[in-house]
């Protein structure tokens, strides 16, 4: 019976595995019997029971009973044991042992990381350490999971240096921060076990030892425990219930969502299995949901790395199968330590502790709402420590913002608690600092770097902090400021005082301000809050920040002066092209100014404007703003290209003045370019009627992901799982153009929400409504929400043409077409390019294909001609050189040829030293070097067997030459091939083998 842990140990002695654990409690009775002769009671850790001759009978606390958890004693229980005096081969454990040991062993999430990697370690696999949060791969921000350092090797790119391994891997993930706190499991910093297999070991062994680690190293009950697979995967399944022995009701087949892994749209992939912890396991077998949070909790992922997944969404096996687990430690330490949450654990309660004592406040005695918060500053300022420590500084962008956005969280958050100051006596001091010590103190096992970084840390924290203090200082004055406002007018109107969503919203946007800190304020003076307000102003926001162009932020700096005197904009674009208008207000390089001249760059804001500022995908108008002071004559010209909205409804023109000044306060004619404009709208209805053809051909499961309605394209992001075949964008493209020639008024009305969505309108992607909306119809096709410019007539579309179809994303993809000038002018442009081909060729253009696939192999065939004649001239060449070959050594003579072949390619070149090598006498060395172009080095060594049993290898010898040439590579120890980027300097590199390659052969051969 593999071994029961207890709190005290039978320590081994004269080389006996004799080891049982008992509890340090006068509620269990000490055995009175010498276990075996010569055994010592000692005190110890970490020992086992062994399977032997000798079977007694110990009383032992409960489980529930211990101080691990919250629960009170319990009555004892009795376990049969068994000593012997060698170690036993593992035997199945039963379920009612597994549960006692659980309950005995080490649970801090210290020696869960350690005993996790020992176990692995044990079992052949290589400890590895954890990588930076700052990963090497350009294609993810962060490090997010423990696979990220091994993804080159899962995809091919580089070889694996050892067969198996497992790591402790810091992870950073914000996509669900705003779940931080009020779940039981999220985390934005946590920690990742795993073990890998770089085709080594496959299912078996990866379940088998999953099991085993957590049954038997961490002693879970094996009657809590529940598995998912895929449910395609009858080989795990068979491994789990034949081999495991778990029953089938404890099992759950799931779909792609849960429990398929890929790497993304194409590339390695493959069937995950889960292990989950039932928390109430009385609750039994029936109507059992596995991602019931209050029941279940997933702590270890088993992903089988087995398939590749091709453009066309096929599978094929993989080569090598890898494995790729995952366990987190977190949840792991919650199970364990019998806590109700991850926060509670010994990984994050001391900090949340320290939280709780600069709060004033006991975390016990805490309402939920407070544990919220004290949890948010527990998980935080994990994941603020550890980037900083690895070298993310707070900024505005990248790695930096995500840093800066965790710290001005953590901040609002500890203002909510109420902490002001230090804690060491100094008010105004930064209390970040102080939690972070903590953070630090508790670094060790995790990254020992971080202690000797921890001045780095704590000053850039308490920079951050007492710099974001100060914002939202200002920010508390101007809310005392609204609430008085709010207050008096609510006095002169008779209604209740409200705070406005575009002031709540200017509160956190601006100076950081949290809604919570507002609402609590504002109800202590009697004011209410306009939340859905907010909200609509928060959704603009997200908008604009998913445009990606460089929209003005009004309220920074001295542009937040400007707007105090600046209304919205009234949009005529839909009635008109052109009208009259005031300008409001100038802005040059972001500061606001009265006139501005010729040749400068300026940002204009007009009270009324027939100009579409970008949103909903459509890009902004251009245009010109005329200034006529004189009737006869144009003053001022403006050459507006692009217009923006910012803060609400404010439109912001961008353009340069190409005459005259320009003035706040004169009158302009605004007038939009009419083709451009026209150009958008045919866009924008060819997209709505491109979602419509997407429904109608691959099912209305597909939605839209984004858009862009440019004036020379569009581009309709939407969510599919696989490529397009070529015959569903033939049917797309026939649609289209056959809604296109049925010639069908478009209809527009605005209308309430509520009846918008009974009639079938489909909201538009990024887009949040008030209560009235915008309705686009085509007729019969096509009814969306849309606040954009669209034809009058299907008609005016002319033609459709899509351009490509590609993936860009994990189950995103994405098509780029033209629609009318646009359409014309791709069609021409096409179509002079087939005219000049057939000139060309001189074939009609239904024979192009023919010809040229007759061309490439005629073309095929003569490379390989011209390839066999080099081979030849570079063997003729060579046995000319055979003759230079000269003899090293003395007991052993061996013949060296280092010669240059001026320009032939790296084919003939091998050629040529296959030549000499089966030439020469063994044995013999032979390396050969060509600039085949201006920017090319090829390099060829070749050693006969007689060399390389001196020990010198081909490969090994030709990779540092190459280096000299500005190149690398590498090969076997009879022959290898390199190359390079400097010609210049192949003859020196030649001369450096020459003079190595003598030296070592005159040892070895002397």
């Not at 001189?842 to 073309?859: D, G, I, P, S, Y």
């Not at 001609?865 to 003759?883: H, L, Q």
Request: hydrophobic content about 40%; proline content about 4%; overall charge negative.
């Amino acid at each position: 019976m593999e071994g029961l842990k207890l709190g005290h140990t039978l320590q081994n002695s004269h080389g006996l595995n004799l080891l049982v654990q008992i509890p340090n409690s006068s509620l269990v009775s000490r055995p009175s019997f010498p276990i075996q002769p010569k055994c010592n009671l000692a005190l110890s850790t970490g020992c086992r029971v062994y399977a032997g001759s000798i079977i007694r009978k110990l009383a032992l606390i409960s489980p529930s009973g211990l101080p691990c958890g919250h629960s009170n004693l319990k009555q004892t229980r009795e376990v049969r044991f068994t000593t012997r005096s060698t170690s036993a081969s593992i035997q199945p454990m039963t379920e009612e042992l597994v549960e006692d040991k659980s309950k005995d062993l080490p649970t801090s999430g210290d020696s869960i990381r350690r005993r996790f990697l020992d176990f692995y370690a044990s079992r052949g696999h290589k400890v590895l350490p954890s990588s930076s949060l700052v990963p090497d791969d350009p294609t993810v921000l962060l490090t997010i999971a423990g696979m990220l350092q091994f993804k080159p090797i899962f995809l091919g790119k580089v070889p694996r240096q050892v067969p198996r391994a497992t790591t402790a891997q810091r992870c950073i993930r914000t996509n669900d921060v705003e779940n931080v706190g009020k779940t039981s499991r999220h985390h934005t910093f946590f920690e990742m076990l795993g073990n890998f297999s770089f085709g080594d070991y496959f299912k078996k062994e990866a379940i088998k030892w999953a099991w085993e680690l957590s049954t038997i190293e961490y002693g879970l009950p094996a009657d809590r425990l529940w598995i998912s697979v895929y449910e395609d995967d009858d080989e795990a399944f068979a491994i789990w219930t034949k081999e495991v022995g778990v029953p089938v009701e404890r099992i759950k087949r799931m779909g792609d969502e849960d429990n398929f892994w890929t790497s993304g749209v194409t590339g390695p992939c493959g069937p995950c299995s889960e292990i989950y912890y039932d928390f109430q396991p009385e609750r039994g077998y029936s109507d059992v949901d596995l991602g019931d949070d209050t029941r279940f909790i997933e702590f270890y992922n088993l992903v089988f790395m087995q398939y590749n997944k091709k453009d066309d969404g096929s599978l094929e096996p993989l080569k090598q199968m890898n494995i790729d687990t995952g366990l987190g430690l977190e949840r792991m330490a919650r199970i364990l330590q019998k806590v109700p949450n991850n926060y509670e654990t010994d990984l994050i309660y001391p900090i949340i502790e320290k939280a709780s004592e600069l709060a004033n406040v006991s975390y016990a005695l805490a309402d939920d709402h407070a544990k919220m918060n004290l949890k948010v500053i527990g998980d935080h300022l994990r994941a603020i420590v550890y980037l900083i420590s690895d070298g993310v500084v707070p900024s505005n962008i990248g790695r930096g913002y995500v840093a800066r956005r965790l710290i001005r969280r953590a901040v609002r958050t500890g203002r909510l608690l109420g902490i002001k100051g230090d804690g060491r006596g100094n008010p105004e001091g930064a209390f970040l600092p102080t939690i972070a010590e903590k953070v630090i103190e508790l670094s060790s096992q995790i990254d020992p770097d971080v202690k000797s970084r921890a001045p780095r840390i704590l000053e850039e924290l308490k920079r951050e902090e007492l710099r974001f203090v100060q914002t939202l200082e200002r920010g508390e004055k101007l809310l005392d400021e609204m609430l008085a406002n709010a207050l008096l007018n609510s006095n002169e109107n008779g209604n209740g005082p409200i705070l406005s969503g575009k002031d709540v919203f200017l509160l956190y946007d601006t100076y950081g301000f949290p809604v919570e800190i507002t609402t609590e304020a504002a109800e202590e003076h009697g004011v209410g809050i306009d939340m859905n307000g907010f909200e609509i102003e928060m959704e603009n926001q997200r908008r604009q920040s998913q445009a990606a162009h460089n929209a003005v932020k009004l309220a920074v700096g001295n542009g937040a002066v400007l707007t105090e005197n600046i209304s919205d904009t009234e949009f005529l674009g839909y009635e008109t092209l052109s009208t009259k208008a005031v300008i409001e207000g100038l802005l040059v390089n972001g500061n606001p100014v009265i006139q501005v001249s010729e040749g400068s760059d300026v940002e204009i804001f007009l009270n009324r404007t027939p100009f579409y500022a970008e949103s909903g995908g459509q890009i902004g108008d251009h245009g010109f703003l005329y200034v006529n002071e004189d009737r006869n004559q144009k003053n001022a010209v403006v050459e507006i290209k692009d217009v923006q909205k910012s803060l609400g409804n404010i439109f912001v023109h961008k353009g340069t003045i190409k005459e005259g000044v320009v003035e706040v306060g004169k009158e302009v004619e605004a007038a939009v370019d009419a083709n451009l404009r026209q150009r958008a709208k045919i866009h924008h209805t060819a997209t709505h009627l491109l979602q419509a053809a997407l429904k109608k051909v691959i099912g209305d499961e597909t939605s839209q992901a984004g858009s862009l309605v440019a004036f020379d394209r569009l581009r309709f992001d939407f969510n599919f799982h696989r490529p397009l075949q070529e015959k569903e964008l033939v049917e797309i493209e026939e649609l289209i153009n056959g809604w296109i020639g049925d010639a069908t008024l478009l209809q527009t009305q605005v209308m309430p929400l509520a009846d918008a969505k009974r009639a079938g309108a489909i909201a538009m992607f990024g887009e949040k409504y008030g209560e009235q909306v915008r309705v686009v119809e085509v007729p019969g096709v096509s009814m969306e929400l849309c606040g954009g410019t669209h034809v009058s007539n299907t008609c005016e579309i002319r033609g459709f043409k899509i351009i490509s179809e590609q993936g860009i994303a994990s189950g995103i993809r994405r098509i780029e077409a033209v629609a009318g000038d646009a359409f014309i002018e791709y069609v021409n442009a096409r179509d002079n390019h087939m005219r000049q081909l057939c000139s060309t060729l001189k074939v009609k253009a239904e024979e192009v294909t023919t010809r040229v696939e007759a061309l490439l192999e005629e073309l095929r065939m003569t490379r390989n001609e011209v390839s066999a004649v080099r081979a030849k001239a570079a063997v003729y060449k060579a046995s000319v050189m055979a003759g230079n070959a000269f003899p090293v050594g003395t007991s052993k003579k061996i013949r060296v040829l280092v010669e240059s072949m001026d320009d032939i390619d790296a084919d003939s070149l091998k050629s040529a030293a296959e030549y000499l090598i089966d030439t020469l006498q063994d044995p013999a060395a032979v390396i050969l070097g060509s600039c085949p172009s201006e920017e090319k080095v090829s390099l060829v060594a070749g050693f006969t067997p007689g060399v390389v049993d001196l020990g010198i290898q081909a490969g090994k010898f030709i990779g540092p030459i190459a280096k000299l040439c500005g190149g690398g590579g590498g090969g076997r120890p009879n022959f290898a091939q390199a190359g390079g980027r400097k010609p210049e300097n192949l003859s020196g590199a030649l001369a450096k083998a020459r003079e190595e390659l003598v030296a070592i052969l005159s040892e070895k051969a002397s």
